[in-house]
C-alpha cells in the first residue's frame, strides 16, 4: 500500500521539543521532495518546512527559523521535524506531503500539487 505515516505528535509545554516522523511505504522517499505543512484550528493550512529530493536543500518559513529542522534518513525511508523551544502558536495538526522530483521554482513548496499526502498528527503545546 502506498502511504505516508506521520507520527510523533503529543502535548508538550512551552520550550519543549518533539521530533515528527514521516514515514513512507509503498514507494521510495529518496526520489521526492518532502514537505511538513500543519493547520491551526479557524486557520488556513501553511507550509512550514521542506527538502528537496535531488539534493536535501531545505526551507523553513520564518516563524520556524533556529528551532525546527528538516532531515532525511533513506535507509528508514523516513523524513524527520526536529521541533525545538516549542512555543503555544505551534500548536496544529501536522501533516507532511511528498512529490516525485521538486516543484518548480515560480512555484515554490506551498502552492505546489503533492502526489501523497499523510493523515495528520496533532501537536499541542500547552502548560
Known amino acids: 500500500q502506498v502511504q505516508l505515516a506521520e507520527s510523533g505528535g503529543g502535548l508538550v509545554q512551552p520550550g519543549g521539543s518533539l521530533r515528527l516522523s514521516c514515514e513512507a511505504s509503498?514507494?521510495?522517499?529518496?526520489?521526492?521532495?518532502v514537505a511538513w505543512f500543519r493547520q491551526a484550528p479557524g486557520k488556513e493550512r501553511e507550509g512550514v518546512s521542506c527538502?528537496?529530493?535531488?539534493?536535501?536543500?531545505?526551507l523553513y518559513v520564518d516563524s520556524v527559523k533556529g528551532r525546527f529542522t528538516i532531515s532525511r534518513d533513506s535507509a528508514k525511508n523516513t523524513v524527520y521535524l526536529q521541533m525545538n523551544s516549542l512555543k503555544p502558536e505551534d500548536t496544529a495538526v501536522y501533516y507532511c506531503?511528498?512529490?516525485?522530483?521538486?516543484?518548480?521554482?515560480?512555484?515554490?513548496?506551498?502552492?505546489?500539487?503533492?502526489?501523497?499526502w499523510g493523515q495528520g498528527t496533532q501537536v499541542t503545546v500547552s502548560s
Open positions: 509503498g514507494f521510495n522517499l529518496i526520489y521526492y521532495s
Open positions: 506531503a511528498a512529490v516525485f522530483g521538486t516543484w518548480p521554482s515560480q512555484i515554490g513548496p506551498w502552492r505546489y500539487s503533492y502526489d501523497f
Open positions: 527538502i528537496t529530493s535531488s539534493d536535501d536543500k531545505t
